[in-house]
């Protein structure tokens, strides 16, 4: 059963028709006056400009075919020519039932899904990762959960940060170190051990020391630039230390994207589609597309219509080396070619201030013909501000490094659940499992709820709140209705038929017929809030019928049946709604 407001819609939308206007007209959504309607179609007003009618004598005609329709119980006409439309308690309960015996709670699958490659994580091998790769991490595993509920074929790829200056910092920080090394003899013909050289914590201590002497003495700075060209020209001993570094990195980073429940299905790099680039450059030349300029190889991409200013692509830089542009390129490119099925999609998952970046590179892919431009999509978003109102450091001013901040959300967490009222008889792992899943639900659903594209206040204290709209909230509320549910079933109640007949039972299932609207508009605008909004109005729907009405207690067996099956469509959703979110909910709390 498709939801009430779609059924609406086509409804309105053939009633539109036989009085020979558009279908379209006939939009029916939810009313923003619950006292006077459930919903509310306005499209009398637009028809009747487009045909030069009075819009109310359209909408009489629109409300008089309504009338008749199953699922109404009135339809009248309002105002210049609103018509707001009650529908009857059957269509309701028959609502409730579907939405809680429907594998997807009520949503439907879009009808454009697509195969889709979801480009997110982007964090970088040695450097540690920061809060801004927290954002893509949460944002873009969260689409890639929307998007195969809805139907799509995704393939998520982490895109590691694997190819720059830091992995020659790296390897000439660890060549002082360690100069005996087998991987620094040039005449070594192979082959390398298995055994890294190095563990993870020393690469924390590599990077920023050789960073910090290179920023200081401009000779050290040329070293590790000369070591990045004799990797990527193939030196053997680099290229081995380089997959150690790599295999080292993900490793740990598996752990911090574990821990916010994220993952990917491609561990990839910017290193992995080295191979390709010589080809490509040739390909951009060979088109005509590239040209010389001061030694490098650019591609214009400017366009007449640019309001802003539009650089060229640096595919070949005057050092002979290629960069972020060329590697992206080639990742199209490799994508396009062993990806199966064929991406048809892809989406970028990554910080707004690199929104210039990824025009240039999409420009570029599309003359060349890699992939349509229009198929390539930025999905920007805003930064982690803390009190001071810039992007969120530690205390001593540096980037707070996102295990850091897994680690603070744990401990804050736990400060909550000290306070909170758990069971008595819940032991010490049980509690920590509980803190963990409270940790991830305020990091996940405070970045989330907010529109993608602003910046938001780091704040753990309100984001670990079981009060106001946070996700230890909604995640709160959801296991308040598996208690219920759980405390019915213990006194042998069932839940059976839903029969909807009291105001807080008929908003509340109102709501639920929203899922999939909510959903599909999340996915059309990559707009993850969209989901929360919903869910979190769903949880409040639940508050206050469940405040209104008793439940486990009503004495009237038909009733309590009836209200449980209600609270179990409700938990369906809501669990359904938070595990697209990454929000776990625990048994008890
Ligand atoms: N590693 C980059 C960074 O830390 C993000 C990579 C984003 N993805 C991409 N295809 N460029 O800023």
């Not at 939801?3 to 006939?26: N, T």
């Not at 050092?319 to 490799?334: F, K, P, Q, S, V």
């Not at 013909?369 to 009190?387: K, Y």
């Not at 707070?400 to 400060?415: G, N």
Request: charge should be negative.
């Amino acid at each position: 059963m498709a939801s009430l407001a779609k059924e609406l819609s086509a409804a309105a939308g053939a009633a539109f028709e036989a009085v020979g206007l558009e279908a379209r007209f006939g939009e029916v959504r939810r009313s923003d006056k619950p006292e006077l309607a459930d919903f509310q179609c306005n499209g009398a007003m637009a028809a009747a400009k487009a045909a030069g009618r009075v819009p109310r004598e359209i909408a009489v005609e629109i409300a008089g075919a309504l009338k008749s329709h199953p699922l109404v119980l009135s339809a009248e006409v309002a105002g210049p020519g609103f018509i707001n439309i009650r529908v009857s308690d059957a269509a309701l309960s028959a609502r409730a039932e579907a939405v809680r015996g429907d594998a997807m709670a009520g949503a439907e699958k879009a009808a454009d899904a697509a195969v889709t490659v979801i480009d997110f994580g982007g964090a970088n091998v040695a450097k540690p990762m920061h809060v801004g790769h927290l954002r893509s991490a949460v944002i873009g595993d969260t689409l890639q959960r929307m998007l195969r509920f809805l139907g799509d074929t995704v393939i998520s790829d982490v895109h590691l940060g694997d190819w720059g200056l830091q992995m020659g910092h790296l390897v000439t920080e660890l060549e002082d170190e360690q100069p005996g090394l087998i991987y620094f003899d040039a005449g070594y013909p192979g082959p390398y051990p298995k055994e890294a050289p190095v563990s993870i914590e020393d690469l924390g201590r590599l990077y920023p020391q050789a960073s910090n002497k290179a920023k200081a003495d401009e000779a050290r700075n040329e070293r590790s630039q000369r070591a990045v060209a004799e990797m990527q020209a193939g030196r053997a001993g680099y290229r081995a230390l380089l997959r150690h570094f790599i295999d080292v990195s993900v490793e740990a980073l598996k752990i911090d994207y574990g821990f916010l429940n994220v993952s990917f299905d491609l561990w990839k790099g910017e290193s992995d589609v080295d191979r390709l680039i010589p080809g490509l450059v040739e390909r951009f030349k060979a088109a005509g597309l590239a040209e010389q300029s001061d030694g490098a190889w650019i591609v214009h991409v400017a366009r007449q219509s640019d309001k802003k200013e539009m650089p060229p692509v640096m595919l070949v830089n005057s050092r002979g080396g290629t960069g972020y542009h060329t590697t992206d390129l080639a990742t199209i490119e490799d994508r396009m070619s062993t990806l199966k099925p064929m991406p048809e999609r892809m989406l970028y998952v990554v910080d707004q201030r690199q929104a210039l970046h990824f025009e240039q590179v999409y420009r570029a892919a599309g003359l060349l013909g890699l992939i349509e431009e229009s198929r390539l999509e930025h999905i920007g978003f805003g930064t982690v501000n803390g009190a001071d109102g810039k992007p969120f450091k530690t205390r001593e001013g540096g980037v707070l490094r996102l295990a850091d901040v897994l680690a603070m959300a744990l401990e804050e967490a736990d400060k909550k659940l000290a306070a909170a009222n758990l069971p008595a008889d819940m032991g010490a792992d049980e509690r920590a499992d509980v803190a963990k899943k409270v940790a991830v639900a305020a990091l996940r659903f405070s970045d989330l709820m907010n529109t993608r594209t602003t910046n938001y206040l780091f704040d753990l204290e309100r984001f670990t709140s079981f009060e106001g709209k946070t996700g230890p909230y909604l995640m709160y509320a959801a296991v308040r209705v598996k208690s219920v549910l759980r405390k019915a079933a213990e006194a042998r109640h069932a839940p059976g038929m839903a029969a909807v007949t009291q105001d807080t039972e008929r908003a509340l299932v109102l709501q639920l017929d929203g899922f999939g609207a909510a959903l599909l508009g999340a996915r059309e605008k990559r707009m993850p809030h969209i989901l929360c909004e919903h869910l979190y109005s769903l949880a409040q729907a639940f508050s206050a019928f469940y405040a209104a009405l008793p439940i486990a207690a009503e004495p009237d067996a038909a009733k309590r049946a009836s209200r449980l099956a209600l609270a179990d469509a409700v938990r369906h959703q809501l669990e359904t709604g938070l595990d697209l979110l990454g929000i776990s909910v625990p048994a008890r709390m």
